[in-house]
């Protein structure tokens, strides 16, 4: 007891530090914006799995600048294209938007869909750029 009343600024500190570790697990998701997955956990997943990358972007967005080999299925026709875009629904799937929250949104329609494995790049291009990845232009 002795002890927990000497050192009691170390246990808030402890307490707090992993309070701010759980909080973003808590709140179900990245602080990152919109989804879960990092850039180098995607090229992983783009080399070894063979996974599809959907940029969910307008077009002219998807012009100035998207992950290399990715296709673009804007948004607003996402649900309606995503079956016919991408047939093999066993296959990893990353959407990529600027941000990440377009994708992250979007994560739950292609799981309705039946696209188990749909995952959203946190951070969207802006964290793919960070990272030092490269980008093509169409």
Same mark, same amino acid.
């Given at each position: ?33 919109? &989804? ?27 012009? &100035? ?22 047939? !093999? ?27 188990? !494995?749909?995952?959203?790049?946190? &951070? ?8 030092g990845l490269p980008l093509e232009k169409a």
């Open positions: 007891m002795k002890f927990l009343i000497d050192n009691w600024v170390l246990i808030v500190v402890a307490f707090g530090s992993g309070a701010m570790l759980l909080w973003p697990a808590l709140r179900g998701g990245s602080l990152a914006g919109g &989804g879960s997955l990092n850039p180098n956990a995607a090229v992983n997943l783009m080399n070894r799995e063979k996974a599809v990358v959907l940029d969910v972007s307008d077009s002219t967005e998807f012009a &100035g600048g998207h992950v290399v080999g990715s296709k673009n299925l804007p948004s607003s026709e996402f649900e309606a294209k995503l079956e016919t875009t991408v047939k !093999n629904k066993q296959l990893p799937l990353i959407l990529v938007c600027p941000t990440g929250l377009r994708a992250g949104r979007l994560v739950g329609a292609a799981k309705k869909l039946g696209y188990a !494995n749909a995952q959203a790049l946190a &951070g969207g291009l802006k964290a793919w750029k960070e990272a």
